[in-house]
């Protein structure tokens, strides 16, 4: 949870070159705003660390995506790119970062189909700090629990209008499920399909590693994550990652994954822009690999994972 | 499309006893809305005739259920009763209806998880005109497309988390499929499931009728609707046209219903609180019923629906 006075907002405005500073603690949009009243939007969650915006490309082009999918006309890049800029340094500025350790900000992107009867978008960049949760469930790991997303694993190819691909702002399931871990005493979810496919958590992309010896006993590492024509979200850190396991040697993997392969592997993690990674400690209350094998791979891939611009 | 000054908005706020009157055309959310963010939260939408909302208490306790299947807390009725008298005075007073045929308003409800970090929920009241489309399709009938909404009929029941009972502000999918009817030259859309069963229109109830005659040669009239357990959302209008029906000597009918249930009817309609009785012509191109009977049917459940309160 943010508080709004240390969130720093700046509107995307075709008369402010730079976007158009505004005061978060204050309304800033209309009831008829079809972001508020529908849900009718997409979104990026970023994180930048040192006054940079990690993987700010990928985050884009996804943005992009998901205009597409809702046919909604998103910004230009160089308009974000200038508007995130001066986000950033107008937090920075209104609260110094106090160490290097510290100095992580969350920078959301939102666009909105605009008010009812407005002709364009409603486009904003808040950036803010980074909460202690995410932070502390890098360290200590998560307990999850499977639900079923009710969806079918062909739903997204043949039926386009369900915005399977797209992040909108649309998130009531998401939000309703993590509820739902909540009350059961776990931190996070997994979801599958309804024909029994490991999907993705709510607001993260599922990884799982494998360790075994080759033939001339050294050991081969796999990471594998669940296949994109899924219905998931393609995640940009789970992408970048992928790059720089393959990059340090790692075989990698795309499902299908069923539960078991969870609940088989050496590893599992949820990665996200924010929390990063998130090692899974138990799923459904069963322990996941060995605590010291998850902890030298955890180390391993956060090592890659830092080396990503 | 509503112009944001023909909008009367009210906030439900515990220090103004019949709410808080507050100005549509300007910015009243703030951008950290959960509503805004999230999607997170419920709605209802209603239509006042000559100053009264019709079927009120069947709305309220509908954003009461979705509350439920939401974990937020909704104001209570009396709250909404009185911001809701207050709204639609402010608005008959601003903008005095010409007509009885043109006094008519659309109420809209709406509860958000608030903003993050906040205690409340936001929660207001909007009173605005009702559009043109909406009053020229009851006249004229509209042409639907089938869509697949990806769940099975099953999922509502074993996945309470996918909130597929409440009236949620998560309408992306909803707004996308409607897009997508449009550009196929439909006005509308009716979601089956992924096992084939009939379910809803985006913003509406499926209605169905049969004319036979019985063994005396009497005719006998049925209205069928698909069965709530299917995961659809509970009509108001179709639960108290049913009643009204029923009352007058039709024969009641619940699903399951498949798409041939559709193109074998004598008449079909989607049913809801502001557009009221839309009779359907065509589905996916193919001419339903036959006209006359459509018109006569049609003719005489809209005077049953008239008089509803």
Known sequence: MTSPASVVLVFLDSAFPDGRLADASQPQLLVTDQGATRGDGAFETMLAVG??????????????GSGKALDLA?????????????????H???????????DELVVKLV????AEGAAAPTAWVQVSPVGAGARRQRETGIDVILLDRGYDSDAAERAPWLLLGAKTLSYAVNMAALRH???Q???DVIF?????????????TVLLAHVDKSDDGTPVKRLITPQLDSGILAGTSQGALFKAAKEAGWELGYGPLVPQDLLDADAV???????????????????IGTPSLQKELTAELNELFAGIQ
């Open 269 to 287: 993690w949820l990665i996200s822009s924010v929390r990063l990674l998130a090692p899974v400690n138990r799923i459904d209350g069963q322990e």
């Open 51 to 64: 006054g940079n915006v990690r993987k700010i490309q990928a985050h884009l082009d996804r943005l992009d």
């Open 74 to 90: 998103i910004p230009g890049q160089d308009q974000w790119r200038r508007a995130i800029a001066a986000a950033i340094a107008e």
């Open 111 to 114: 666009v909105t189909r605009g």
């Open 192 to 204: 599958f399909s309804s024909d029994g496919r490991v999907l993705e958590g709510p607001t993260s």
């Open 181 to 183: 871990a909540h009350k």
């Open 185 to 187: 005493g776990a931190d």
């Open 92 to 102: 920075r500025s209104q609260h110094p970062p106090v160490s290097d350790a510290d």
